[in-house]
């Protein structure tokens, strides 16, 4: 966790119940689009606040910047990626859900935008295995010269854990079950 508590943080975890799956979708930018009533529940936005802004919107200050390099890597290379996320609700209360974020495309086969379904994650991946792992990025990158120094540092710290696991991060994320 952070040094310094951020303020906009309530410090209160809410979750999401077993058989509700957050959904929003987004132009290629980023932008949002479309948010489902779980999200809009979860997120404590209403869809005006929502609809035209950036997804960032809802980012979580300890989250790690290179689980977002990688996301929006992976989907703009036209491929799907699984990842577990740490949400921040507008009022500070946060919520962690494993998200599958993918592109959208038109018949074309272009892609038109991307789209992400979250359920809720096993607390003991969570607890466990993320948090951890998250803190370490989270560090190495706060702990840089420069923000482009901790983000290539904190790549560089998941790309050897992968290698030495022998997976990619979508088998990671997946064989951590939950
Ligand atoms: C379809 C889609 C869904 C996304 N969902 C989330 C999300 O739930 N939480 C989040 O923090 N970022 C989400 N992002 C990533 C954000 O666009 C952004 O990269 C991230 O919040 C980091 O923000 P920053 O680059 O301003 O630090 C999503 C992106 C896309 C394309």
Excluded at 42 to 51: V, W
Excluded at 147 to 176: H, I, R, V
Aim: neutral net charge; aromatic residues 10%; proline residues 4%.
């Amino acid at each position: 966790m952070s040094d310094r508590r951020d303020a906009r943080l309530s410090g209160n975890e809410i979750y999401l119940e077993p058989d509700e799956i957050i959904v929003t979708k987004t132009d290629t930018t980023g932008k949002m689009t479309y948010g489902n009533r779980t999200f809009y529940k979860l997120a404590g936005y209403t869809e005006q606040e929502c609809i035209g802004k950036q997804h960032n919107i809802v980012r979580h200050p300890e989250m790690p910047r290179v689980v977002f390099k990688l996301a929006w890597d992976t989907i703009k290379d036209g491929r799907e990626i699984f990842a577990y996320v740490n949400n921040r609700s507008k009022n500070g209360d946060n919520y962690w859900v494993l998200a599958h974020m993918t592109p959208s495309r038109n018949t074309a086969g272009e892609i038109t935008g991307f789209h992400s379904n979250r359920r809720a994650p096993d607390k003991k991946v969570i607890e466990e295995s993320i948090v951890p792992l998250y803190d370490h990025l989270l560090k190495l990158e706060k702990s840089a010269a420069s923000p482009k120094d901790g983000l290539d540092a904190s790549y560089a710290y998941l790309t050897e854990l992968l290698a030495s696991k022998k997976q990619t991060f979508n088998e990671f994320t997946l064989s951590l079950g939950g």
